[in-house]
């Protein structure tokens, strides 16, 4: 069984940064690519950004390119998301997610089989 586990969320004025992490259980982890989503109230989970297994390439939503990172150290199974010059428009529950081994799009929800339980991210303008 699959944990991910995600920290770092909380209330940041824009302009600021934050950067979140995701804890992930099990020996596998370096195995699979990873992604971050967030959801807004009344809104569909959305992408943000995606890593694939050896940390070599990333892709992100248009919406962060040029202000969010995203990485990950396999020795420690975690993965980060590096969230900077933040808008109000940024404020949503953000989730780390594992994606399918058989996937062929990494953009869409129904890509990633493990889910955390997300961590809030607040931007006051």
């Known amino acids: 069984q699959v944990q991910l586990v995600e920290s770092g969320g909380g209330l940041v004025q824009a302009g600021g940064s934050l950067r979140l992490s995701c804890a992930a259980s099990?020996?596998?982890?370096?195995?699979?690519?990873m992604g971050w989503f967030r959801q807004s109230p009344g809104q569909e989970r959305e992408f943000v950004a995606h890593i694939n297994w050896n940390d070599r390439n990333t892709y992100y939503a248009e919406t962060v390119k040029g202000r969010f990172t995203i990485s990950r150290d396999n020795t420690k199974n975690t993965v980060w998301l590096q969230m900077n010059r933040l808008k109000p428009e940024d404020t949503a529950v953000y989730f780390c997610?594992?994606?399918?081994?058989?996937?062929?799009?990494?953009?869409?929800?129904?890509?990633?089989?493990?889910w955390g339980q997300g961590t809030q991210v607040t931007v006051s303008s």
């Open positions: 997610a594992r994606r399918r081994s058989t996937a062929s799009r990494l953009d869409v929800i129904y890509e990633y089989d493990y």
């Open positions: 099990g020996r596998t982890f370096s195995n699979y690519c």
